[in-house]
């Protein structure tokens, strides 16, 4: 099992920069498959990026890509959300989530741990 905290999340302007953490405990982070989803209030949890075990490969979703980049440190049990370019539609609750496989997935039902959640807003 693994227990994801994430961090790093507030108040920013439109095309402000954020820099989200999810910090893993446990001992075997570098076999799980880790992504990020966000939810916005009346919305479904949707998928923002993932990223496979060792780190080389990475996956967005449309609206991330050229602004998003996910990263981890296997080594400090870590995923990372660097968020560029923010724009006031990218307002939700940004969720970690962790699935112990190697195949990456894209719909929150596939992923059995998950973090509490950081809030990020950002204004016009």
């Known amino acids: 099992q693994v227990q994801l905290a994430e961090s790093g999340g507030g108040l920013v302007q439109a095309g402000g920069s954020l820099r989200l953490s999810c910090a893993a405990s446990?001992?075997?982070?570098?076999?799980?498959?880790m992504a990020w989803f966000r939810q916005a209030p009346g919305k479904e949890r949707e998928f923002v990026a993932g990223?496979?075990?060792?780190?080389?490969?990475?996956y967005y979703a449309d609206s991330a890509k050229g602004r998003f980049t996910i990263s981890r440190d296997n080594a400090k049990n870590t995923v990372y959300l660097q968020m560029n370019s923010l724009k006031p539609e990218d307002t939700a609750v940004y969720y970690c989530?962790?699935?112990?496989?190697?195949?990456?997935?894209?719909?929150?039902?596939?992923?059995?741990?998950w973090g509490q959640g950081t809030q990020v807003t950002v204004s016009s």
């Open positions: 989530a962790g699935r112990p496989y190697s195949r990456i997935a894209y719909q929150p039902i596939e992923y059995a741990y």
């Open positions: 446990g001992r075997t982070f570098s076999s799980y498959t």
């Open positions: 990223i496979s075990l060792s780190g080389s490969s990475t």
